[in-house]
């Protein structure tokens, strides 16, 4: 079936803009995660939504950052005035359920870079 | 609080040689222990897991981990590596109180030398 899927893959902005990043999770996930990977870097937990219930924001690094997801499929990640800090690779993941047993299932990224 | 290291950012390896890569984990309880590889330019895919049962851990592309408590430590091995096996490799942990939040370690570079 299909996978998680992200867009746009690339995305170049100039700073003080706003961007978006959309992530399509895999059908029936009802998890999904957010995380930023910065050159040379681990990943860097953003946000986790499960199903209905309030997300857990508490990876955000500053109130620049927001997401959504809505009917608990589509999300998108929000930054609003971009700084050249931003710039990193954006990943999207979903899994079944909360449970730390499952595995999650990543998305390609979207690559941004703030000028 | 949990944290997981990866005691290497690179290893090269010639092709054929075996490999490990290591992984040390802390946690005050009890967790589930993962290595994602992420080929060029792809997202990350798991490689095997740990949940519980046998400490050795056999995944996809002739990989295997051994999962030791008391030295908390979760090391990635192959026998053979092959050209294909050029990626970064990601340790990660999760607490089995139910905790969704992956744990990273910051990974390892395999460089495969021919």
């Known amino acids: 079936g299909a996978g998680v899927s992200q867009s746009p893959s690339n995305k170049v902005t100039e700073k003080g803009k706003d961007v978006e990043l959309r992530c399509d999770p895999i059908s029936g996930h009802t998890a999904l995660y957010w995380y930023r990977q910065s050159l040379g870097q681990g990943l860097e937990f953003l946000i986790y939504f499960q199903g209905n219930s309030a997300p857990d924001k508490s990876g955000l690094p500053s109130d620049r950052f927001s997401a959504e997801r809505t009917g608990g499929s589509v999300s998108t990640l929000t930054i609003q005035r971009t700084q050249q800090e931003d710039s990193a690779v954006y990943l999207c993941?979903?899994?079944?359920?909360?449970?730390?047993?499952?595995?999650?299932?990543f998305g390609p990224g979207t690559r941004l870079t703030v000028t | 609080a949990q944290s997981v290291t990866q005691l290497d950012s690179q290893v090269p390896v010639f092709e054929e040689a075996p490999v490990e890569l290591r992984c040390n984990y802390s946690?005050?309880?009890?967790?589930?222990l993962f290595w994602y590889v992420q080929y060029p330019n792809q997202g990350l895919q798991l490689l095997l897991k740990y949940l519980s049962g046998s400490t050795l851990v056999k995944g996809i592309n002739g990989f295997e981990a051994e999962f030791n408590k008391s030295q908390t430590s979760f090391h990635l091995r192959k026998p053979s590596v092959h050209i294909s096996d050029t990626a970064e490799y990601f340790c990660?942990?999760?607490?089995?109180?139910?905790?969704?939040?992956?744990?990273w370690g910051a990974g390892t570079k395999l460089i495969i030398k021919p």
């Open positions: 990660a942990v999760s607490l089995m109180d139910s905790n969704y939040q992956l744990i």
């Open positions: 946690s005050s309880v009890s967790v589930y």
């Open positions: 993941a979903s899994s079944r359920t909360t449970s730390g047993r499952y595995e999650q299932y």
